[in-house]
């Protein structure tokens, strides 16, 4: 009997020439999805999943749960995000039935120059230190959504944060290792060290961290409110610190402060509504990438054939080049976003790719006139939340003020310092951001809310996520767990030109022969590990009334619902 199994193990390797078929069908890891009637989290770390939870069995909302989470995932997940970072969101009200866009993105400092870059001879804006650093508006971001739809009192939302952070955590694995990378950068700057580098080093995989400092800035944050931020001690303090170090920020900045509502945009995809936020944010590229595949058959290509994996990067090729010329500060452009994501604009961009040939430049259409974390709750009322926060490269600036236990985010490093460029460095405005929530519905009623991590990433991930599920009939948990790709190289809107095709990296789970196809198309293969996001998602099953959530296993995440 135990040979006859070998034997047939055996056989099916040879068969197949590839692992052993799993029970799922496919041949990469995943596992099942998760499933509730009454609430569900998914985030990029178990102890902000379960935090979301108690706040949702508690009597808050999936708002509520949703701030909690975006706090304690500051707390366990610094290597991605934390209150000096920006924020967007989308959000789902169900007794209106209808969608709210938030954009919490912080603006630059008003005595910053393009003067100053220019005389002082900068080409592109630093990645670390004080000059990239604009105001963070995660804080305010949390208090806008707390206003307009919370339940619960903000000191309840911020409290799990606030003990976990007294009391410690364990250090999870992958989180574990990007913050050794991190502390190795940035602990050259001043405040760093003490926080995040106990006895000199950063913590090991399991060893307990404590943030005593990010515990007394959240509880004065619950109790005192958003201007305690932005108006009161932390803004006093975090404006002291800039200045001693070099810095731009003044206690005018903060208090000119504000998030914005924002209409959604979407485009029809199949049947399916997919809805992102406009510009100053990149989700307009996932549209603009739609509208262009949606004239090609998919489904009949069939996942991981190289005339889709073809299609797919020249299509984002188009995209990036208009993201890198339009997206802006819509406060300093008129940005044609109607015309960039139109059906008549997609079709014509698609007039542009030779499937049988990879272009190694395009140009911006002419028209008329990373390291961030990701979370999405839902509750029994059938609200939802994507929401989207990041201090932008791992750990952000470096910059660690006053004792308040959280890094400065570095996200004015993606201003262009090109004369005439739309996302040209200018006092109080924001920069072009790369973090994009997600979301799906079709005939009026909320489908998928959902995002992928990771700078230019995001965007092509959340294209590949839909594309899984709508033309290649995968479930949400299987549409993250397959291989992805990842096309680098495309201008920027920082001013950096494509002109040699750039890379298309992929993951480990493609076909030899498929690789082999695209080489012949001209493409340059490489494979990387680590790059392709993280993502998690949750679906609405309207007949049987259940949540279904996936976190995939790239990150150290997890889905649950009760």
Not at 361 to 368: H, I, M, N, Q
Not at 413 to 440: C, Q, W
């Amino acid at each position: 009997m135990h040979k006859f199994i070998i034997l047939f193990f055996i056989s099916g390797l040879v068969l197949h020439g590839k692992s052993q078929d799993r029970i799922t069908g496919h041949s990469f890891a995943t596992r099942s999805e998760v499933l509730g009637q009454n609430g569900m989290a998914a985030t990029s770390q178990p102890l902000a999943t379960q935090v979301a939870l108690d706040i949702l069995k508690s009597g808050g909302n999936a708002v509520d749960a949703a701030i909690a989470a975006n706090a304690m995932l500051g707390l366990v997940e610094p290597t991605g995000n934390g209150i000096g970072g920006d924020l967007f969101a989308l959000i789902w009200v169900a007794k209106e039935k209808k969608l709210y866009g938030l954009n919490a993105s912080g603006r630059s400092p008003y005595a910053l120059t393009l003067d100053y870059f220019q005389k002082n001879g900068y080409s592109k804006i630093p990645t670390l230190g004080p000059l990239p650093v604009s105001v963070p508006g995660c804080v305010d971001g949390w208090f806008e959504m707390h206003q307009k739809f919370g339940k619960l009192p903000m000191s309840a939302i911020l409290e799990p944060a606030i003990s976990y952070a007294r009391n410690g955590f364990p250090v999870s694995e992958l989180i574990s290792y990007y913050w050794q990378r991190n502390a190795a950068l940035l602990k050259k700057y001043p405040g760093f060290e003490e926080i995040f580098m106990p006895g000199g080093q950063s913590p090991a995989k399991g060893e307990i961290f404590k943030n005593p400092f990010l515990a007394s800035t959240l509880e004065k944050i619950g109790q005192q409110g958003r201007d305690v931020f932005y108006k009161g001690e932390i803004a006093r303090k975090i404006v002291d610190y800039m200045q001693e170090n070099g810095g731009f920020l003044t206690m005018e900045d903060f208090e000119d402060h504000h998030s914005n509502w924002v209409e959604p945009v979407s485009v029809n995809y199949r049947g399916y509504d997919v809805w992102e936020l406009p510009p100053n944010g990149q989700g307009i590229a996932v549209l603009q990438m739609l509208t262009i595949l949606e004239n090609f058959n998919l489904s009949e290509m069939g996942f991981g054939s190289p005339e889709y994996m073809h299609l797919f990067t020249e299509a984002k090729k188009l995209a990036f080049e208009d993201r890198a010329k339009y997206y802006a500060d819509p406060d300093f452009n008129d940005i044609p976003v109607d015309q960039l994501i139109s059906e008549a604009y997609g079709k014509k961009r698609t007039e542009l790719i030779d499937m049988n040939r990879a272009a190694r430049s395009y140009t911006p259409g002419e028209l008329e006139t990373g390291h961030t974390v990701y979370l999405t709750t839902a509750d029994s009322e059938g609200n939802m939340v994507s929401l989207i926060q990041s201090n932008y490269r791992g750990m952000g600036s470096g910059m660690t003020p006053g004792k308040l236990g959280f890094v400065l985010h570095d996200r004015g490093e993606m201003f262009s310092l090109e004369d005439g460029h739309f996302n040209v460095y200018a006092p109080h405005k924001r920069p072009f951001n790369t973090i994009i929530p997600g979301f799906i519905t079709k005939n009026g009623v909320p489908f998928l809310s959902f995002g992928v991590m990771g700078g230019a990433m995001q965007p092509q991930g959340h294209v590949q996520i839909i594309c899984n599920i709508i033309d290649f009939g995968m479930n949400i948990q299987e549409a993250g767990d397959a291989p992805r790709m990842q096309h680098l190289g495309s201008s920027e809107p920082t001013g950096e030109k494509m002109n040699d095709g750039g890379v298309l990296t992929l993951e480990t789970g493609f076909e030899w022969e498929t690789i082999r196809s695209l080489i012949q198309k001209g493409h340059k293969i490489q494979y990387d590990l680590g790059g392709y996001g993280g993502y998690q998602a949750i679906r609405w099953d309207p007949v049987n009334k259940v949540w279904y959530g996936a976190s995939e296993s790239r990150k150290d995440g997890q889905a649950a619902g009760y």
